[in-house]
């Protein structure tokens, strides 16, 4: 079966632009993760979402990003204004609900702010 | 300090080597341990997870998990060329009342097996 994917995978911007990436999670998993993975700080949390239930957003560095999912499937990661700081591939996961399921990650979007 | 530590190495060791990966952690609420593969421009794939102390085997991979001094470990025998990639570990906080997996992983070790 498919497993996670993601759109574009690369993205090079100039710094102000907002940028979308998409995530298609595996079919079937309710739960959704948006992670960050950079150089200095490593693989890091942003997002949760999980069915119907507010997501948990408090790993969003600032105000700048924002993420919806629609209708329990696909999810966008907005980010807006950006900044030299944000260049990073940013990774989603999908897994069932449960805390011990396995997560499922895609293959990232490469994002560069010049 | 972070919440948990993991040597970014490099670590180079030729074929058939043993190695050994290792995280420390600081916080005791971490409850559920996990290591991810990831080769180069690809994401993470699990490898083994494990959610109390003790060994864990599959096939030359064996995960190692001691709660009472925060400290996790993963060993390859028999390393392969094939093996070289980032491997991170990462854990899961078992919090009252929290049903969700949220990852916090370390920093990664990159491994290179040479034939």
């Known amino acids: 079966g498919a497993g996670v994917s993601q759109s574009p995978s690369n993205k090079v911007t100039e710094k102000g632009k907002d940028v979308e990436l998409r995530c298609d999670p595996i079919?079937?998993?309710?739960?959704l993760y948006w992670y960050r993975q950079s150089l200095g700080q490593g693989l890091e949390f942003l997002i949760y979402f999980q069915g119907n239930s507010a997501p948990d957003k408090s790993g969003l560095p600032s105000d700048r990003f924002s993420a919806e999912r629609t209708g329990g499937s696909v999810s966008t990661l907005t980010i807006q204004r950006t900044q030299q700081e944000d260049s990073a591939v940013y990774l989603c996961?999908?897994?069932?609900?449960?805390?011990?399921?396995?997560?499922?990650f895609g293959p990232g979007t490469r994002l560069l702010v010049l | 300090q972070k919440e948990v530590e993991q040597d970014p190495g490099p670590l180079s060791v030729p074929e058939g080597a043993i190695v050994s990966l290792n995280c420390t952690y600081s916080n005791s609420a971490f409850q559920y341990f996990m290591w991810y593969r990831q080769y180069s421009r690809k994401g993470p794939e699990l490898l083994m997870y494990?959610?109390?102390?003790g060994n864990k085997e599959d096939g030359r991979f064996t995960a190692q998990v001691d709660k009472s001094s925060k400290y996790i470990s993963l060993f390859i025998r028999d390393s392969q060329p094939s093996d070289s990639a980032t491997y991170l570990c990462a854990m899961i906080f078992n919090a009252g009342g929290t049903s969700y997996g949220k990852l916090t992983f370390g920093q990664g070790t990159i491994l290179t097996v040479h034939p």
């Open positions: 494990t959610y109390s102390s």
């Open positions: 079919s079937g998993h309710t739960a």
């Open positions: 996961a999908s897994s069932r609900q449960g805390i011990q399921e396995t997560q499922y």
